[in-house]
C-alpha cells in the first residue's frame, strides 16, 4: 500500500508491531529539575566534546532522599575521589568532583558529576579540564548496590596529557574502566 506519507508493509492497515514501540512520557522531575539548572545544560551545547564510555562507578556514597527528588552525594566522599585524581593529575593543581544538577532524562537516573581542574599559576587558578559523567534514561543500567552507581557517559574538555592522566584518575578513585565511545560518521549524520 503506497500513501503520500511513505509505503507501509503491514498486510492489515490496522495492525502495528507493538514490541518495537517507543512511548514518551515526559518525567516531570527531571524536566523542573532541568528548568530550574539552566546553566548545566547551557554548559554543554556549543562546545566540541571527547566522548568516552564508562563502566559502574565503586566507591560512591550517596543516599536516595525519595524516587521523587535527586540523589544527594556525599559530599566528603567527592572530596576523597577527587584527592585521589588529583595525586595522579600531579602537584600545583587543584581537582573538584562535584553534583551538577539538571542534566537527568528520568527520576531514576543518577546525578550527573562534573570534575574539573585547574592549575595554579601564581596567584590565579586557571581551569585546565572539565568531564562531565552523566545518563539519561539508563534505569536499566542502575545497580542495585549502595554504593556504584551507572554513568556510563563522559563528556571531556582538554588537552591529551591532562585528559589521559584524568582518567587514569578516574580509574583509580572509583574502580571503573573508561574507554573512547566510537561514534561512526555515518550515526553522527542525522
Not at 151 to 161: I, K, M, S, T
Request: hydrophobic residues 40%; negative net charge; aromatic residues 6%.
Amino acid at each position: 500500500m503506497t500513501t503520500l506519507a511513505g509505503k507501509s508493509y503491514c498486510t492489515d492497515p490496522g495492525e502495528k508491531n507493538k514490541s518495537r514501540q517507543v512511548a514518551f512520557v515526559a518525567d516531570l522531575v527531571a524536566d523542573g529539575e532541568e528548568v530550574d539548572n539552566p546553566d548545566s545544560l547551557e554548559m554543554l551545547v556549543g562546545v566540541q566534546w571527547q566522548v568516552y564510555k564508562v563502566s559502574p562507578l565503586w566507591g560512591v556514597a550517596f543516599k536516595d532522599v525519595s524516587e521523587e527528588e535527586s540523589t544527594i552525594y556525599d559530599l566528603e566522599s567527592l572530596k576523597r575521589h577527587a584527592a585521589v585524581i588529583g595525586s595522579v593529575v600531579g602537584e600545583q593543581t587543584e581537582v573538584e568532583v562535584a553534583p551538577l544538577p539538571g542534566l537527568r532524562g528520568s527520576r531514576f537516573d543518577k546525578e550527573a558529576l562534573v570534575i574539573t581542574v585547574r592549575k595554579k599559576m601564581g596567584a590565579k587558578s586557571i581551569g585546565i579540564f572539565m568531564g562531565v559523567l552523566c545518563a539519561t534514561e539508563a534505569k536499566e543500567l542502575q545497580l542495585r548496590h549502595g554504593k556504584a552507581i551507572s554513568l556510563p557517559v563522559l563528556l571531556v574538555q582538554g588537552n591529551f596529557e591532562v585528559t589521559e592522566m584524568v582518567i587514569h584518575g578516574i580509574e583509580k578513585a572509583f574502580d571503573c574502566v573508561v574507554g573512547k565511545l566510537p561514534l561512526p560518521e555515518k550515526e553522527l549524520q542525522w
